[in-house]
Structures are given as C-alpha cells and as structure tokens.
C-alpha cells in the first residue's frame, strides 16, 4: 500500500492509503486547471475571548500544513466572496438574519450557540458560508472539490446552536437546487461524530435532499431531528466497525437516491484524541473513511464537495493536520482519476 508522512511541529503521523439571476457572485483563483480545488479565505477566522474552546486557530493553520507538505500549491486556492443576505435567506429566516448581522442578540442565545456576538462572527460564518457554495459549484465543474472550513450542521433557520451560526450545508444545497431546472438532488453524507439536527430539520420535507448521519447516539444534541437516515452507532466504535457501517449503506443510497451532487461533512470529532469524544477512530481511520467515501461516490459519476466539519483539540497544530486528512485523501483519489 502506498504510505504518506502528516508532519505537525516535532510529532510524525503516519497514515496507510488504499491502493435566472444569481443572489452569489463568485471570483475565484483559478490559476491551475488541473488541480484539486481548495476553497479558502484568510476571514474564516475571528476573534475570540481568551480561552475559549473552540477552535479558531484551526481553520488557516489546516491551509498551512497542506502548502508546508506539498500536498497542494497556493495557485489551486479557490477564494470565495462573502455570501450575501439574499442568499442566506434561502435557509435561514428574515428575523434571525436580520438579529445576527445587527447584533440583536441576546446573552441565551449567544450561550445556546457558544459564541458571544461580534461582527468579527458575522463575517466569518458568511465567508465560511461562502466557501462551501464555492466548494459545491467547484465540484459540480470539476468532480472534486474541499473546503478547509464548513459543516456548521447545527444551526436552523431560525436559531444557531453548538457553535454553529449558519447552515453552510444547507445553504449550498438550497442554493444548488434553485439554481438548476429540475432541481438537483442533493446527498449530504455527515459523518461528523454529532447527528447533523439542524440540516434534518431544515430538509425534512424536501426530497430533492436525503440527509445520511452517522453519529454517536449518546451525544450531543441531546434532542435528536429525524434525518431521511440515521445510523446512531455506539461509544468506543473504532477503526473497523465505524468504516463498515459507513460501507453498510453508502453504496445503497447512491443507487436509490442517485445524487447530482454530494456534500460531505468530513468531521474529525470521532478521533479518539479528541475534546469531545466517544468514538475511537485512528488518523489511518479517518484517512481510510475519507477516501472510501470520495472513491465510492466518485466511481458513480457523481461529484462531491467536502468541508471539514468539527475537531476539537486545545492542540491547534495536531487539530489541523487531522482535519487537513480529507484533503490528502481527496488529493489522492484527484490523482488516481483518468485523464
């Protein structure tokens, strides 16, 4: 099998691989044409009180470690603009939009979402926003696409909640669907170690969208939403059992659904190193668990947008090369693609 080095400060993980009118206007780089798109933006951070748990850091150094280990080059940087008002309102409610920019919230609500309110957040949420609808129109163009922010699965069209403010998945695959005549129909895989509740309510009568969750059931959110299929898995899962309940269902849904598009929540929170755990899954886990689900919707001609979703670690660097495993992986299949 072919192996690769992540390189983080002084420690070495080793992973083995498996051989009408538009409301968002997007101006990417697109300076390399053959290479995997990388959507990011140097706003997809923000200021926050010393301290806090989550995070930010996170979200520039996931770029760093990419360029520092020659897995892309700056010129397959995708840059996407801040997504507008209009566009959000296809989710997300006039009232709470309106509040969120302004800052008409109130301290339950700022505790219920985790932040406290700034216009640092706003821009931030919108940029990340932004970059999933670029990830997804990459990937429409050119099969495979990843963003090195995104997965704000929590948020709902009227409230955000457990560190999410605005629904990116759902926002691009609201944005995806209207922009096409028929509909698209869109798939979002979440495998995020939390059930996606926010974006199984927000689609729970459309069926253009099947939401597909894999998450640990004795977790947060502790209400749980009906997604079109849930799979709540048991603590301490590991490597093996975690990547066959994925494989249990992956290929079935692709067959019945028959996806135009794929959105992926890649979420790095089943690590057992991580903050928040209950799952067990490896670096060569995760690794394995993303390429296997990229090949696999891939083969079937479907194409698919990848975001990072939740990590947590007080270990910024570590953080971010685990998150950056979905690129890799994603760089890897790019590479195995015909010409």
């Known amino acids: 099998m072919a192996r690769f080095t992540l390189t983080c400060s002084s420690r070495r993980l080793v992973v083995a691989a498996f051989s009408g009118s538009r409301c968002f206007r997007t101006e990417p780089v697109r300076r390399e044409s053959s290479a995997l798109p990388i959507v990011h933006h140097g706003k997809y951070v923000c200021d926050l009180p010393p301290g806090h748990r ?3 850091g996170k979200f520039p150094r996931v770029l760093h470690h990419l360029i520092q280990d020659q897995v892309i080059t700056e010129k397959q940087v995708w840059v996407p603009e801040i997504a507008s008002k209009d566009l959000l309102s ?12 302004s800052g008409k919230i109130n301290e339950q609500e700022q505790r219920r979402t985790g932040f406290p309110w700034s216009e640092g957040i706003v821009s931030r949420c919108r940029y990340e926003t932004g970059g999933t609808v670029l990830a997804a129109e990459a990937a ?13 699965h ?7 909640s457990g560190f999410c403010l605005l629904n990116d998945l759902a926002v691009a695959a609201k944005y995806l669907m209207g922009s096409s005549s028929p509909k698209r129909k869109v798939l979002v895989v979440d495998l995020d170690v939390h059930q996606g509740d926010g974006t199984a309510f927000i ?3 459309e069926p253009c969208v099947f939401t597909f969750s894999v998450h640990c059931g004795r977790n947060f959110p502790l209400r749980k939403q009906q997604s079109d299929l849930d799979v709540s898995v048991e603590d301490g899962l590991e490597d093996k059992e975690y990547l066959s309940t994925v494989e249990a269902h992956l290929p ?3 067959e019945t659904f028959r996806p135009d598009l ?10 057992w190193e991580d903050e928040l755990r209950h799952l067990r899954l490896t670096d060569q886990g995760l690794y394995q668990r993303d390429l296997y689900v990229m090949k696999t919707v891939l083969s079937r001609g479907v194409p698919l947008a990848a975001v990072i979703g939740g990590g947590y670690s007080r270990d910024i660097d570590k953080l971010a090369v685990r998150h950056s495993i979905v690129h890799r992986a994603a760089t890897q299949v790019w590479n195995m693609k015909p010409l």
Do not use: W
């Open 90 to 101: 296809c989710v997300h409610t006039e009232e709470y939009l309106n509040n969120f920019i």
């Open 140 to 152: 429409l163009q050119r099969d495979l696409a990843c963003s090195t922010a995104g997965g704000t």
């Open 154 to 160: 929590h948020a709902f069209p009227s409230f955000g």
């Open 203 to 205: 689609f729970k009568e």
């Open 262 to 271: 794929v959105l992926y929540d890649a979420g790095v929170d089943p690590h």
């Open 252 to 254: 079935q849904l692709l």
């Open 54 to 56: 989550f995070p930010m």
